[in-house]
Antibody
Framework: EVQLLESGGGLVQPGGSLRLSCAAS????????MSWVRQAPGKGLEWVSA????????YSADSVKGRFTISRDNSKNTLYLQMNSLRAEDTAVYFC???????????WGQGTLVTVSS | SSELTQDPAVSVALGQTVRITCQGD??????SSWYQQKPGQAPVLVIY???YRPSGIPDRFSGSSSGNTASLTITGAQAEDEADYYC?????????????FGGGTKLTVL
């Protein structure tokens, strides 16, 4: 059974940093691209970032480019999202997601809430 | 970058058929996937590719595509189908990967 368990969310001040983690199990982690998707309170889904199975290729939405960095440790079956220079508009639930094909998301974690506020 | 456009809200009588649409230029190049999200829960994939359902998704869910429009059809809507539905696809514009989500459609089953 595929499981994705996010951690690392919390309250942070504007301009601060936070690192999210996603522990994956139930599949061969290194064989799949992974992604982060976020959802602001009461709003829709927004793609944030993605990485290839090896971690050699990474991509980010324009809204987070230069501030967020996606990475993975295939030896630990863990996906990360380093978030710097956080803004109020980054407040959201962040979902870890397993990807296949043309960026179809077949499994989602339960999400971790990031609140950026003073 | 491109956008995917969905109607904000749609309603359907119990047992009737409803179609939820998604429009965008990227859909001329890539299939849309569809996700169902109930309050307080993570999204669930219900349709992907040409018209594929993941294991466990009822066959009353189906997908289709024509030109720049993708559609999710629920034939014989049930009370438990009341949820938000999101389409997504790769973005066909630009020279780097971008992934798009529609704004979501809130489905009410009357």
């Amino acid at each position: 059974e595929v499981q994705l368990l996010e951690s690392g969310g919390g309250l942070v001040q504007p301009g601060g940093s936070l690192r999210l983690s996603c522990a994956a199990s139930g599949f061969t982690f290194s064989n799949y691209a992974m992604s982060w998707v976020r959802q602001a309170p009461g709003k829709g889904l927004e793609w944030v970032s993605a990485t290839s199975g090896t971690g050699g290729s990474t991509y980010s939405a324009d809204s987070v480019k230069g501030r967020f960095t996606i990475s993975r440790d295939n030896s630990k079956n863990t996906l990360y999202l380093q978030m710097n220079s956080l803004r109020a508009e980054d407040t959201a639930v962040y979902f870890c997601a397993k990807v296949f094909g043309d960026y179809v998301i077949d499994y989602w974690g339960q999400g971790t809430l990031v609140t950026v506020s003073s | 970058s491109s956008e995917l456009t969905q109607d904000p809200a749609v309603s359907v009588a119990l047992g009737q058929t409803v179609r939820i649409t998604c429009q965008g230029d990227s859909l001329r190049s890539y299939y849309s996937s569809w996700y169902q999200q109930k309050p307080g829960q993570a999204p669930v994939l219900v349709i992907y590719g040409k018209n594929y359902r993941p294991s466990g998704i009822p066959d009353r869910f189906s997908g289709s595509s024509s030109g720049n429009t993708a559609s999710l059809t629920i034939t014989g809507a049930q009370a438990e189908d009341e949820a938000d539905y999101y389409c997504n696809s790769r973005d066909s514009s630009g020279d780097h990967l971008n992934v798009l989500f529609g704004g979501g459609t809130k489905l009410t089953v009357l």
